[in-house]
């Protein structure tokens, strides 16, 4: 019933941007904890970016901190990834990430998230 699309994803030169959009049905986005985590090929998956149910704060990996930004776009449904300076090692597949629960938000660890998207391919060339 809970379902997550991702989109966006594509090839781009380094320094290019992407903006990354995943759309939840059978879920109000907004009611929960959220975020995006990528996975590169022999790696674990890693988180990016996080963001509380109402929008109260976000945090980011060290690694993205100052290029990407996180966002709700609640009148769509929709959880948006910004990526400005796109680095090579950027190169993943992206994950849009939802918890079943309002409340102990923002973990790093991929585990605790119940729903996730099919992916979205990022690939940065140098």
């Known amino acids: 019933q809970v379902q997550l699309v991702e989109s966006g994803g594509g090839s781009v030169q380094a320094g290019g941007s992407l903006r990354l959009s995943c759309t939840g049905s059978?879920?109000?986005?907004?009611?929960?904890?959220m975020g995006w985590f990528r996975q590169a090929p022999g790696e674990e998956r890693e988180k990016v970016a996080t963001?509380?149910?109402?929008?109260?704060?976000?945090t980011y990996a060290d690694s993205v901190k100052g290029r990407f930004a996180i966002s709700q776009d609640n009148a769509k449904n929709t959880l948006v990834l910004q990526m400005n300076s796109l680095k090579p090692e950027d190169t993943a597949m992206y994950y849009c990430?939802?918890?079943?629960?309002?409340?102990?938000?923002?973990?790093?660890?991929?585990?605790?998230?119940?729903?996730w998207g099919q992916g979205t391919q990022v690939t940065v060339s140098s």
């Open positions: 990430a939802a918890t079943a629960r309002p409340y102990g938000c923002h973990s790093a660890s991929p585990y605790e998230y119940d729903y």
């Open positions: 059978g879920y109000t986005i907004s009611r929960y904890c």
């Open positions: 963001i509380y149910t109402d929008a109260l704060s976000t």
